[in-house]
Every structure is written in C-alpha cells, then in structure tokens.
C-alpha cells in the first residue's frame, strides 16, 4: 500500500491583494523526508507553510498532511504536529512555565520528562515572562513547546534566526537524534544552508513563488554553476535544446546551473563564440544562485 | 532620579508625534507671554491655551504610567514605585510649576496661573476614570445652562478657586497612587497583556534597571488562575476562560463596574433635573444613552485587537488536539460577545426604567434610545461577523464605519419615519436589519476563522 505523502500542495495559489506569492505551486514531501525549504527574502517560505499547516487559507489548489485536507485535520493528526512559527514571541505575558503547562494540557501525549530535558540541556529561562526573555531565549523555549509533544511532522519556519552557533548546532542535532529515533516528516525552512545540509534528505527551492528546484541534498552536491558569457543567439540556441536547468541573464552574461556531469557535455558543446567565464561547485553559491 | 527621568523619557517617546504637537502648544503660549506682555486678556488667554498640552501630556502620561505599572507589578520589577513617584513629581514640576512660574512672573494673577492644575487633573482622569470624565463634561453642560456663560464662571475668581482645588485634590491623590497598587492589577495583568505593553516592558525593565527580584509573587498568583484553568480542561471543559487564556483576552464578568455606572447614569439623570425641574428632558438621557453605545464600542474594540494580534498564538493553539472545532469556538464567542453587549443592554434598562419611574424620560424616547442601542449592536455584530469570517482583514476600518453609518442611518429613517407616519420607516428598517442579517447568513456558512485574519501579518 503507498504511503500519503507527509505533506503535499497541488496547485496552490496564494495572493495578498494584487500580489501574488505562491503561483500553481505543487510540492509533496514523502513520510519519512527531512526537507529544508530555501528561498530568498519574500519568495513565499511562511505562507507555504502556512498553508500546508491549514492556518491561512489558499484562494485555489488543495493543501494535504498525511492524506487529510490541512484545513480540516483529524485531532489525531493534530497530535502528530509539531510547529515552530517565525515569530519566537509568543504568549508574551506568560512565563515559560505557565506557557507550557497551559499548551501540554491540549496534548495527551505531552512529554514533561523530554521538556525538562530540553529546557536543562538548553538553558531554557521558564521563570521569566516569556516577554522579556532574549529573542534566542524564545526561540530555544518555541522549540521545545514543539518537540515536547513529540512530533512526527514537524514544520520548524526559520527557527535558528537568533539562535546563537553553538545552541543552533545543539538543536541540529537534537533533531538529528530524534530521525534516529523514531520515522519523522519534516519541512525546515532556513537561510543558514549548512544548517539545512547537516540535516535534511532533500531541498526545495522556492522561487517567484513556484517550486523551482525539488531534489536529493545528494544530488544538489553534484551541481555546477556557470558563467556563460559571448554570443547570445548561441546562447539562446543551447536553452531551447533544453539543456539548461536554470538560467539568468544578467549583464549580459548567462548563469547555468546543472549536474557535473551536464556540465562537462556543456563545455565540450559549447560553440566557439561562447566561453565559460565563471565555474562553481560549490553548493551555497549554487543554491545563492538558484534563488537570485 | 536618573531612573525617573529616563521612565518619563520612556513616556514621552511612546506617543512623539503627539508630544511634539502638544509641546508647541507650550511653545506658542511661552511665545504670547513674550511678545504681548500685560494685554488685558493675558492671563485668560495663556490659561485657555495652555489647557490642551496640559490635559494631553498628562492623559499621556498616566496611561503610560498605569501600563507600566502593570507590567512592573507583572515582572515584579525591584524600584519601580520610587521611580514612578519621581517621575510624576517631576511631571508636575515640569508640565504645572514651570508654566505657573512663567505666567506669574509676565504678570498674570496667581489664582488664574494655577487654574491650569484643573486641565492636568482632567488628563488623569481621563485615563483613570473614564466614565467619570464623562459625567463631568454633563455637569459642565449643565452649569453652562444656567444662563451665565462657561467662561465667566471658569475665569470668575470662584470658578478659579474651585477648579484650583479640584485639580490639587485629583493631583495629590495621583502622586499618591504608586502606594496602592492592588492585588487586582496583578492579576489582570496577564490578561490585558498586549504587544504596546510587551514592548513597553523591555524598555520600562531598561529604565528602572532590571532584572527582577519580586516575580515570584506574580508567578504565584499567575499559577493559581492557570491551576484552575487546567482542572477545566482535565475535567474535558471547555470554559470561555480556557479558550481565550492562551490569547489573553479577559472574559471575566465584573458586576461592581456595571453597577457604578447605572448608579452614576441615574445620578446624572437625577441632577440635571434637579436643575431643569422634573418636566422630561432629552438632553441628559440622550448623552447616557451614548455613553451606552460607547460602552459597546469600546468592548468590540477589546476583543477584535486581541483576537488580531494574537495570530501566531491561535496557530500554535488551532494545532493543538484537543482544541475545538470551528464551530464550536464560534459558538464560545458569540457567548463572549452577547454578555458583552447584554450588559450594556442591562445598564441602558436599569437607567431608563428608573428615569421612567421618576418621569424624566417620555415614553417615546424609550423607543428612540432602544433604536439607536439596536443599531449599534447590529453593527457590531456585523463588524464581528463580517471581519472574523473573512480571509483578510484589510480595510476594516473602512467597512466597519460603513456598517455603523448604515445601521445608525436606517435607525434614523425608522425613527422619522415611525414619527411622520410615513413609508421611510420601512426603508429605515431594511437599512437597519439587512447587514446584521447577511453577516448572520455568512457565520452560518462559513464559521469564524481560528486563527482570525491571518494574512495581517503577512502585509
């Protein structure tokens, strides 16, 4: 029997007025995939997670967590979900204590051990009104909030944003710990790729509101960037052989991105007025590159 | 002292716009004062001038100062009531006594320079007393009605000595207020907590020099409300209190506050017949009938700001297992919203069945208010239905004024029309029920989105 992926879109559209940020955007993340979801500034992270999670509604397209419609979700399933929203303040009047208590009642599998194991380990304030606590302090206390439910899907939105290096690295591999432990479905939403590739199975691209890029973090470690610069028409040609996989043109000059093996077949086609001004390897260019 | 100038800093950079303005009210009477030096109407001119700033930066400053004196008690921040103290002393040092002084000093008489204390007491109690501010305007109306004008009595040496008086007496009892804080502010606190207050702690915590060492009295009590809160929800209830705990919105029922206004309603009745004789009169019943659609007002407001900045808090809550189904949230506030409105519906009675006893209110006048009140409510069971069903929340504004003009509207055709025997009446009435009724059709079909108008924050 095929397992429902953990979370899918099928053709969702999403517009705030007249602009519009996710445009016919289909995803689906199996059970079981650690997804890390890259984009630039505004290209529509928190909304697709917002709409995958059922919080905000899509205008067209259907949303899905494990099969079930995200805007009307199982308590069953409810229980399954962990969520780390972007903004780290949240119920600013409570301390973190009464914060906890109030949200554990609402989850019957709530883990107070795992909790007190996490705030120790963390160095989480629970005293002090969650208000005044540092923003870093918020964020450790929303993660544990979420992990303590113990969670199978997980939808952490920029969560290392104010973390500083060495909690961030501990909350890596906390997560890292839990997928050892138990099958986990989670989409990770972050800037910091080496975050992202320390712990994801796959990176999803997200660009003018669209999934440009859905692969392996494998896959993505085989990719080349280049610089293609010379005669445009020569250029144009190689694009409709379709044998580019994302292409700008900026100042007159052409950005590829492609797997090295396309890269090298590139090279050897590549018509005499054209050259390869610029090749790159590396992924966090490459990924810069796919989001510019 | 250097802990209470940097919370009057902390005050005065709340609203800068607005101080700024004010201050050059300051400014233009400092200016007057300079280049018209003993005009016959100096004195009487600075006063009426310098009465805006005054009762502004005083409005200004106590609110903020009751904000951060919840938070201080909230956070059980050490120092704060000396700082609050000297902060309000050198308020009424800097915004009273250095203007007295300078209006003295061009010649103006004493009496008439310290009639600016009254302003600054209206200020505070604007803040502190809301209703009561209400009721003095009443009393100012009725003494302009006496036949002498309001400035003749306000610049009389009488009207001075008693205006003087008044603003020493509310102000000794305001420099006095850091003393008492109550048991009550600590615990409602929590529940008015919003983001204006949250940024305020960080930057009241900076001025009286956090960290805290008195929070353990505010967990305490804290944890005891929250403790009956979770015996609800073990006991699988899904109280009113238990919903909206996570949003901090206050659904308490306070009886005494309701209580004082209708006392205070059929006192002011009660006075201003005093005065007119006891023939009906419209004008007082009128004015507490829109004290009452204030009220409502005011209580939409609470509710719809606190539902619309708590959105990440309602995401992590609709999450939950165990929260409650659309329908059943909106049932719990529909629930929240009809007491809101039902009391104020109960005090309008109270007022009007003992003003009807008394024979101060004429019977059609009983109609008259019920069907502006019934306007009212309509609208803003609209606005709520309208503004909670909804994807966006843009524009709400707009459109809740356009709801309001339209019930308000058809209210007064029904009424003239009802009056002149004439068709309006039916045109008023479909003015009056047809937006109540498609919202009430839209709650139906669609119930109230949890969490409310998300896309807010997404602008």
């Known amino acids: 029997m095929q397992t429902a992926p953990a979370f899918s879109a099928q053709n969702v559209h999403k517009a705030f007025g007249s602009r519009t940020v996710l445009e016919d955007l289909s995803l689906a993340v199996a059970a079981g995939q650690i997804v890390g979801l890259i984009g630039s500034n505004g290209a529509g992270k928190t909304t697709l997670l917002k709409v995958l999670l059922g919080l905000l509604p899509a205008d067209s397209g259907t949303a899905l967590i494990a099969g079930e419609k995200s805007d009307a979700l199982s308590p069953a399933l409810r229980a399954r979900i962990g969520y780390v929203p972007q903004s780290s303040t949240q119920f600013a009047w409570l301390n973190g204590r009464s914060m906890l208590r ?35 302090q918020q964020q450790r206390l929303s993660i544990v909030r979420a992990l303590a439910s113990r969670p199978d899907l997980l939808v952490l939105d920029e969560p290392m944003a104010s973390l500083d290096p060495s909690t961030r690295l501990a909350v890596i591999e906390e997560l890292a ?4 432990r138990r099958p986990i479905s989670m989409i990770f939403s972050s800037h910091i790729t080496q975050d992202l590739r320390r712990l994801c199975t796959h990176f999803v691209i997200l660009a003018k509101g669209t999934v440009a890029l859905q692969e392996s973090v494998g896959r993505c470690e085989q990719l080349t960037t280049l610089i293609l610069a010379g005669d445009e028409h020569a250029l144009s040609a190689m694009d409709q052989q379709n044998m580019l996989l994302v292409r700008a043109e900026r100042d007159g000059e052409r950005r590829v991105v492609l797997d090295q093996a396309a890269a090298l077949q590139l090279a050897g086609a590549l018509p005499p007025s054209c050259r390869i001004r610029d090749r790159s390897d590396d992924l966090d260019a490459t990924l810069a590159e796919w989001m510019a | 002292m250097k802990k209470a100038l940097r919370l009057i800093l902390t005050i005065l950079v709340y609203r800068p716009l607005i101080t700024i303005l004010m201050g050059l009210f300051y400014v233009t009477a400092a200016l007057i004062a300079a280049t018209a030096i003993n005009p016959p109407n100096l004195g009487e001119g600075l006063v009426a001038l310098l009465i805006i700033p005054t009762a502004g930066l005083f409005a200004l400053s106590a609110e903020r100062l009751l904000a951060l004196r919840g938070s201080s008690l909230a956070l059980g921040l050490p120092g704060f009531t000396n700082a609050q103290r000297h902060a309000q002393w050198a ?72 205006l003087v008086a008044f603003g020493a007496t509310v102000l000794v009892l305001w420099l006095r207020n850091p003393e008492k804080p109550g048991r009550r502010t600590i615990i409602q606190t929590p529940r008015f907590a919003d983001s204006r207050q949250e940024a305020s702690t960080k930057s009241l915590a900076q001025a009286v020099g956090a960290p805290s060492a008195a929070v353990e009295a505010y967990l305490r009590v804290s944890d005891a409300r929250l403790d009956s809160i979770l015996n609800d929800l073990r006991a699988k209830r899904m109280s009113r209190r238990t919903l909206w705990y996570g949003i901090g919105l206050d659904t308490t029922f306070r ?15 009660g006075i201003w017949h005093l005065e007119h004789g006891q023939q009906p009169d419209f004008m007082a019943y009128g004015l507490c009938c829109m004290f009452a659609g204030m009220r409502m007002l005011t209580g939409y407001q609470q509710i719809s700001r606190t539902l619309q900045r708590t959105v990440t808090e309602q995401s992590l809550l609709v999450l939950t297992p165990t929260w409650p189904a659309p329908a059943q949230l ?3 506030l529909m629930n929240l919203i009809a007491v809101q409105l039902g009391t104020t519906w109960l005090l309008w009675s109270v007022v009007t069945a003992l003003g009807r006893i008394a024979g101060w209110i004429a019977p059609r006048w009983m109609l008259w208010a019920a069907t502006g ?3 009212v409510t309509v609208s803003i069971g ?18 809740n004024a356009v709801i309001l003009l339209l019930a308000v509207s058809g209210a007064g055709l029904w009424i003239f029309g009802m009056e002149q025997q004439s ?16 919202a009430a059709i839209a709650l139906k079909l669609r119930p109230l989105r949890f969490p409310v108008n998300a896309s807010t924050r997404e602008r």
């Open chain 1, 102 to 136: 109030y949200v554990a009642a609402f989850y019957p599998s709530f883990d107070w051990g795992y909790a007190r194991e996490l705030i120790e380990r963390w160095k989480v304030s629970v005293k002090t009104p969650i208000g005044l606590l540092s923003p870093g």
């Open chain 1, 177 to 180: 710990r839990e997928r050892e």
């Open chain 2, 91 to 162: 308020l009424v040092a800097g915004l009273i006594a250095v203007p007295i002084t300078g209006m003295v000093a061009v010649g103006v008489s004493p009496l008439l320079a310290a009639t600016i204390a009254a302003p600054a007491a209206i200020g505070i109690l604007l803040v502190l007393r809301g209703p009561w501010v209400f009721f003095g305007v009443l009393a100012l109306v009725l003494i302009g009605n006496t036949g002498r004008g309001l400035s003749d009595w306000v610049f009389g040496p009488w009207g001075q000595a008693v």
């Open chain 2, 255 to 269: 009886s005494r506050p309701l209580l004082w206004q209708m006392a205070l309603g059929t006192a002011a009745l």
């Open chain 2, 330 to 332: 909106t049932r719990h």
């Open chain 2, 373 to 375: 009140l019934f306007a």
């Open chain 2, 382 to 399: 609209t606005s709520y239905c309208v503004n909670l069903v909804r994807k966006s929340a843009s524009g709400e504004q707009v459109q």
């Open chain 2, 423 to 438: 068709p309006l009446a039916w045109l008023g009435a479909a003015l009056l029920l047809l937006p109540g009724a498609l």
